[in-house]
């Protein structure tokens, strides 16, 4: 249903005031007044409402100068809590997640999930016996959101197309049933740029392009402060651009996909045939592989392939931040320059606009917390 002109501005001031809550911590209804330009009834009224859900907590301040004692609101970020999990082809993870975006407690499970029937069976079990473990109710918590590699439907509740999973049209909804809350599930990539436009939100940074970098590639788009799904949800599936025409066989069945040369799985591979043993990016990632003229060669392609596709999106976007996240943000330090010389230097359109691009400071924990956040949804932008 359509919403009225009144709700939308409820929720718009509902929104700003905890953005400003979240950023201060403790505020007065006179500063969140003056600051944000509503009337004293408005705040009153939301931060009633905020007290109800328990998202604020009353308190008294101090009188120091003799005056009326002012009433302070204090922002509780474990208030509301949810459950964020991050699906992957080998492996598993849970987390608590609270208001902040901050990971309370986490788990993980390995386990090969590539073709797997049993996909909901182990998630729901695993789900129920981490809440046991940390000792919470499934009451307490807000809602379960799942990132997955893959493309998912309008109503968050179906995997479509799992390319990489070789699942396809698995339905999530018994969950919702069988935990009592509201479960999402959310391409990974989108899920990652949600938890970055979070954290950036007092940036004032409205476009947001975020490269998810995992055993495949993902985007999420964030256009005017707006998630960007496209038509069927199938926007940012930019593993998939072609970086070279005839090169390596994709398992979307195209040929030279971008994540066939800079996922990392591929990188992973690359590796590991030239130098054996590979198995992780940390196996590449120090001074004894670093420091050979073959590791130097690859990283360097590595880093221009990346750069590449990075670079027709940004073309495309015009973005005010493109973000990099995933394990690989722990070796920014290897590739970061490199990347920065491909994409800006010489450039014409982006001459010397380094800042633009930017390593995740979520790492590789950003589409998990992402998945989190988005269970409470109903209290922030997007
Ligand atoms: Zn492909």
């Known amino acids: 249903m359509k919403k009225t002109y009144q709700e ?53 301040l101090n009188e120091s100068n003799g005056g009326r004692r002012a009433l302070v609101f204090e922002f509780i970020p474990d208030s509301l809590l949810s459950v964020g999990v991050k699906l992957e082809l080998d492996s598993l993870q849970i987390a608590l997640i609270n208001l902040d975006g901050k990971i309370i407690k986490r788990k993980f499970i390995n386990k090969n999930f590539i073709g797997s029937l049993e996909l909901i069976n182990i998630l729901s079990n695993e789900i129920e016996i981490f809440l046991f473990e940390i000792g919470i109710l499934a009451e307490k918590v807000k809602g379960i959101g799942i990132s997955i590699p893959g493309i998912v439907s309008d109503d968050g509740l179906v995997l479509k197309v ?42 004032k940074n409205k476009n947001i392009l975020l490269i998810s970098i995992g055993t495949g590639i993902g985007a999420g788009i964030i256009i005017e402060g707006t998630p960007y799904m496209g038509a069927q949800k199938r926007a940012g599936e930019a593993g998939h651009i072609t970086l070279y025409p005839h090169g390596r066989k994709c398992n979307c069945g195209n040929r030279g996909c971008w994540e066939m040369y800079c996922s990392n799985t591929a990188i992973i591979e690359e590796f590991n045939k030239e130098f054996g043993n590979i198995k992780s990016l940390k196996d590449i990632f120090n001074r004894k592989i670093m420091e050979t003229d073959k590791g130097k060669f690859l990283i360097n392609l590595f880093s221009e392939n990346l750069a590449i596709g990075i670079k027709d999106l940004l073309l495309i976007f ?46 590789e924990d950003a589409n998990l917390i992402g998945a989190g956040l988005l269970t409470f949804k109903d209290f922030f932008i997007l």
Do not use: H
């Not at 509503?38 to 008294?60: C, D, Y």
């Open 162 to 203: 799992g390319t990489n999973f070789k699942i396809y049209n698995l339905n999530f909804e018994e969950l919702q049933t069988k935990f009592n809350c509201k479960v999402i599930i959310e391409n990974e990539a989108n899920a990652a740029a949600l938890a970055e436009f979070e954290n950036l939100i007092t940036k």
């Open 318 to 363: 015009d973005c005010d931040k493109i973000i990099i996240s995933g394990e690989i943000c722990n070796y920014s330090k290897y590739i970061k320059t490199n990347i920065e010389n491909y994409i800006f230097k010489n450039d014409i359109f982006y001459q010397n606009e380094n800042k633009r691009l930017e390593f995740s400071s979520y790492k």
């Open 8 to 60: 939308l501005e409820k929720e718009k001031n509902f929104k700003q005031i905890l953005i400003l809550l979240k950023k201060k911590r403790y505020t007065t209804k006179l500063e969140l007044s003056t600051k944000l330009g509503l009337s004293i009834p408005t705040v009153t009224k939301i931060i009633n409402e905020m007290l109800e859900i328990g998202i604020v907590f009353e308190a008294n």
